[in-house]
């Protein structure tokens, strides 16, 4: 059965380790060249909200992009872990909305302004075990905006699999129980498009993996003082 995102047995939401440019068809829309390890970035706990609860769409941007994603959590801690056992640290998975403010994301060179502003990304709607959930190469990845299908990809083009990120993040710190670790969008994010295709107030943006379920979760605009 899936598991709650209240369930009390759940530990409580750690690090978010987000992998960038992990599609090639997102990399090669965002112009950035190949690269040999991954491109990690994070984001707090406060930059989520859950399955039903709203995103919340700021009065200083209104480039609000979707990132629509597959997103694992740690169940067992590790240092250093090995491709070889690196899926067995997997509490279990879940879906993952990387929203975005692209124009604070781009002040300068660093990522963090845009990928944290309070409730603009989401995870669930539910936690699902590796058994529930088998094979995750095997998945599609697909994003939709107020019903319309705005992403697709197979899970299994990622360019560095989960068993790499594993790999990579444990090497410089040891993932604890709770961490999250978001895998990365494909191609047709909202600022590539032309004209570009922002989130606005009164959206609706569903992120679906097959075999996993959908997250789904409304945009409302911020208001001041609340």
């Known amino acids: 059965m899936p598991i709650a ?3 009390p047995s759940l530990p409580p939401i750690g690090r978010i380790f987000c992998a960038a440019v992990n599609y090639a068809a997102h990399r090669d829309e965002m112009g950035r060249a190949a690269q040999e390890k991954p491109m990690i970035f994070t984001r707090g706990a406060q930059s989520l909200v859950q399955h039903g609860e709203p995103l919340l769409l700021p009065p200083e941007s209104s480039d609000f992009d979707f990132e629509g994603e597959l997103a694992l959590i740690i169940g067992t ?3 250093r872990i090995s491709r070889g056992k690196a899926l067995d640290h997997i509490l279990g998975w879940t879906c993952f909305q990387d929203g975005t ?3 604070w994301q781009r002040h300068t060179g660093q990522f963090t302004p845009g990928k944290n502003f309070d409730r603009s ?3 669930g709607p539910h936690i699902l075990t590796p058994a529930e959930f088998g094979d995750y190469k095997a998945q599609t990845l697909i994003t939709r905006l107020n019903g319309e299908e705005v992403q697709r990809t197979a899970i299994d083009l990622m360019l560095f699999d ?11 710190t040891e993932l604890r129980p ?3 670790i978001a895998t990365g969008t494909c191609g047709g994010v909202g600022v590539k498009r032309t004209p570009p295709l ?4 009164g959206d609706r943006v569903e992120v679906e993996v097959t075999g996993l379920g959908i997250l789904a979760n409304s945009v409302e605009a911020e208001r001041l003082g609340a």
């Open 178 to 180: 709770g961490d999250m």
């Open 198 to 201: 922002f989130m606005k107030a």
């Open 162 to 172: 989960v068993e790499t990120l594993i790999e990579y993040i444990s090497t410089f």
């Open 121 to 123: 990304g989401s995870y």
């Open 5 to 7: 995102l209240n369930d």
């Open 101 to 103: 403010l692209r124009d």
């Open 77 to 79: 801690p590790g240092r």
